[in-house]
């Protein structure tokens, strides 16, 4: 029998591939490593599992044991997914997404949701999709209809409404900017 672990405040490619090297080097074999998700071959003991707790906490992750947490992580980690790496995204509807792939019902995963991060699912996606936003225009290489195409936005005007909403100025105003205020994608 094969053993998943979940394993908070993986975001990117960089990610799976520090977490694959420490399961590695903890004699694991991986069998499939994604974002807040890692499978690996046959039964983890508990002093393994302590051992690889303390390595990836070293690392900047943690190894989940709550199933509640874990599924909460599981619904960040498809989030960021989605947003940040699914681009242009159009026919994927959020709630029918997450089902799909965490085979819970939508009100049980977003209550759940609600109560443990103080926020609901929508606000947290929105919050990705201006910390995709705010990343593309950094580049500084797509004109704001082509971010808003990208990043699935029906309009540059729904965009544009939706940033200042959250980050207090337009798109335009972050773009003169000179500190750059994005956020990692863990701190969201």
């Given amino acids: 029998m094969d053993t998943t672990l979940y394993i908070k405040n993986m975001v990117c490619d960089r990610c799976k591939m520090a ?6 080097k903890a004699q694991l074999r991986p069998l499939n490593v994604d974002l807040g998700i890692a499978v690996v071959e046959g039964k983890v003991s508990d002093e ?3 051992e690889l707790r303390s390595n990836l906490r070293q690392l ?3 190894l989940l044991d709550d199933r509640r947490q874990q599924a909460i992580d599981r619904v960040k980690s498809l989030i960021i997914q989605l947003v940040h790496y699914r681009d242009n995204n159009s026919t ?10 965490l085979h819970m019902d939508y009100s049980t995963i977003s209550k759940l949701f609600s109560e443990f991060t103080s926020m609901t699912i929508e606000h947290y996606y929105i919050l990705q999709r201006v910390e995709r936003v705010k990343e ?3 580049y500084d290489e797509l004109s704001l209809t082509q971010i808003a195409l990208k990043t699935n936005y029906s309009s540059v005007a729904y965009l544009s409404s939706q940033f200042k ?7 335009t105003q972050f773009k003169t900017l000179e500190k750059n205020t994005r ?5 969201i």
Wanted: proline letters at 3%; glycine letters at 8%; hydrophobic letters at 30%.
């Fill in 19 to 24: 977490v694959r090297q420490t399961l590695e």
């Fill in 48 to 50: 393994k599992k302590e």
């Fill in 60 to 62: 900047g992750f943690e």
């Fill in 92 to 101: 994927v509807n959020l709630s029918d997404y997450l089902v799909s792939q």
């Fill in 136 to 138: 593309l225009l950094t």
């Fill in 165 to 171: 909403q959250v980050t207090g100025m337009t798109p």
């Fill in 183 to 187: 956020k990692g994608l863990d701190q």
